[in-house]
């Protein structure tokens, strides 16, 4: 994946919009994230340079967020709540399920770039456990018939 | 005339369907000539009775549930928008057992009002709590509060009014508030559905203890993982600042105070108030030492008050009725309520906000129902990932916090997981190392390694191998992270996995229950 022109204006003017805020790091990645899916390594140079910051404490920041991710994502990402109250429901059951589905494990994607499988430590849904998101749609009580359902429904409608 | 129903919002109340009934409701009044009022509330807390559907009668708020898209039509058959009758009919929702049992103070209006109706807010008591804060002196509002009793209700039990006169009394030219909204402990939800069904509550509360410690700044740092409480609170912060509520001029008073949501980044230890600081001021989120307290050098290096959702939440009604008013619930030293969350393994899972004082197994059977799947309760993890798991025989410790402490157990932002007998808890300790390891912040040694040795040991005793120095290792090593490390993280994950070993040896292969201890 090649570092476009346009997506380092995009990345300059999202970092020069908000590097003013006291703390602007986060603001700065969450919003190149929500425009782009991803951030890319190659920006780390433009982030740092707004924020007059080395490159090494741009990349930290990064990768010791769980939910910065540095390669685009699938269209649609999974997430799969991992904790305990979905545990004491069959998430352990589930989880084995949707990996099986998908035919990836945790952090990978699908082969047809349709989804990304990620582990989530509480959706904040543990009274409908277990639980999941795909995209922005939250899901509770999911069973495996459920689950397949979710996915069907999307890729009939990609 | 128009007829008034609630559907909730609540996004556990989307998870099982709400959104697609509102507007199956919508549609079918539509075809049927019924003129409706639909609005989008807060959760009850009722989840096994979500999606709740209320309708306004003259008798009070009648309750429909759980409603899915395929009832619709045949309650509008049953003209339950006049509170006809039908199988899926509840009654009052407030004479409901669940609900009339609670003494929810904190929660009075999530559920009951419209959440991002300022109008609805104020007609329920709403900013009452700031209209007196204006009228008095700051260490008044503190004494309010510390009257109150209330503790820090993300777990740590602080005081909160100790905290407050810290920065009160500490100096500087700039003071923040900030709101620990990264709830990240699984099993709780009571601060996603705060900020959901009733997001100025907490607006009003952190005007309130910015008036009191003379802080213009606060900040929300809200986990990633709740997009519709972000929604909920950038609508309601926005609607505030319209009204005066918040700004340069609250309320024609002269005082400032703003407000921004800020969004974390998936890090469970950025829930640990120091680590909360690093990431807000856009660094990795590494836990600091203490001391200087937050108190003292905190965000940026001034004095500030960091509170969970809850405590903040609470702070209006502290100054709406007075700090003898809350103290009056609860016993000993924990006053006023704890919105409890019931959750994993269990039939009735929801939001119980009562006094301290219920025991665990009211709270599991006369609230909960027993476990979901019928079978027996084996194991209940109260207080997040860093609880401990509590074994049949400490079921009737009363909810508050030294009952709890005794028992080396901990009450914490008041999550109730249930297991029932088919949980393995050799398995949950093993996980409770994992998550340990995924989500140490890596400053400090016992935390960052002694986790993943701590998964290899548990593999080992999953496993079988060499028990007799296996086990006395797992000990050691948990007394290593409970002395040694720099934050609660690495501190008590030892709760979760030494309590599942001296409760439930056999899961570790232990047959003979006096070589456990």
Redesign the interface.
Known sequence: MSYSGATQLTIQNIAAGLKDK??????I??AIQNELGYIPPDSVPDIADA?NLSRA?VH??IS?????RDTPPGKKTV?L?R???????GGKQLEAHVKNRLGIDYHETTADGQFSLEP??????????P?M?IG?E????VSAATFDAAVSAIGESA | MSVTIYVSKD??A???GADRVAKAIMKEAAQRGVSLNLIRNGSRGM?AL?PLVEVVTAKGRIAYGPVQVADVAGLFHAHFETGGNHALALGLTEELPYFKRQQRLTFARVGLTDPLSLDDYRQHGGYRGLSNALKIAQADIVKAVTDSGLRGRGGAAFPTGIKWNTVLNTSSDQKYIICNAD???????S??MVMEGDPFVLIEGMTIAGLAVGATQGYIYLR?????AHSALNRAIATAYQAGYLGDNLQGSGKKFDLEV???????VCGEETSLME???????LVRFKPPLPAISGL?GKPTVVNNVISLASVPIILDKGGEYYRDFGLGRSRGTLPM?????IKH???VEVAFGMTLRELLYDFGGGS?SGRPIRAV?VGG?LGAYLPESQFDTALDYEAFAANWTVLGHG?V????DT?NMAA?AR?NME?CA??S?GKCTPCRIGSTRGMEVMDEIIKGHDLAKNIPLLRDLCNTLLNGSLCALGGMTPYPVLSALNHFPEDFGIQDTANAA
């Not at chain 1, 006291?22 to 603001?27: F, I, R, T, Y």
């Not at chain 2, 709830?183 to 939800?189: A, L, P, V």
Request: proline share 5%.
């Open positions: 006291p703390g602007a790091l986060l603001p990645l969450h924020l404490e930290g920041v010791f967020y769980h939910y910065f997430q709540c904790a305990e109250s979905c545990q004491a429901m989530v430590y509480c959706l904040g849904n543990c009274a409908c456990s639980a998101q922005d939250i899901y509770g009580r | 996004s556990s989307v998870s099982l989840y979500e709830e990240g402990d699984s099993g709780t939800f601060d996603r990633v993982e709740y997009p519709h800020r969004l974390g980044a998936g890090a469970y990431s807000l001021e856009g660094k990795r989120g940026f969350q019931l959750a994993g393994n899972p929801g939001l979901a993890q990932p999550g997981v249930a297991f029932d949980a949950m996980y998550f995924i989500e912040c």
